[in-house]
């Protein structure tokens, strides 16, 4: 798991559990759930790394839709829908994609 030295196993597994079925992803849940929400400036972006997986320094929609899986390989992708929300959340200036201070401040929302 890429957020190993990050987080605790535990925790990423609850927050994983608490948002299976389709639909039920919510972005501020999971960050608190998983503990991202309570960690460093730092710490959130060396997340916002393991998440950018193509290093375009910024996390994009398909980028998005595979959230959970950069957790736990196997992880649901986010449906269309939550992927959305969560964009909308995040891109605070509309350029369609969510950049690093984007990324802080929406874990600490």
Same mark, same amino acid.
């Given at each position: 798991? %890429?957020?190993?030295? =990050? =987080?605790?196993? +535990?925790?990423? $597994? &609850? +927050? =994983?559990? &608490?948002?299976? %079925? +389709?639909?039920s992803f919510d972005h501020k849940k999971f960050f608190s759930a998983c503990g991202l929400a309570h960690k460093s400036i730092d710490d959130l972006k060396k997340a916002f790394a393991i998440i950018d997986q193509d290093k375009s320094g910024f996390i994009e929609e398909d980028e998005l839709k595979l959230f959970l899986q950069n957790f736990k390989s196997g992880a649901r992708p986010l449906n269309d829908a939550e992927t959305k929300v969560f964009?909308? &959340?995040?891109? $605070?200036?509309?350029d369609g994609k969510i950049g690093v201070d984007e990324f802080t401040t929406l874990v600490k929302a």
């Open positions: 798991m %890429a957020f190993s030295n =990050l =987080l605790h196993d +535990a925790e990423v $597994t &609850a +927050a =994983l559990e &608490a948002c299976k %079925a +389709a639909g964009l909308k &959340a995040g891109d $605070t200036d509309g």
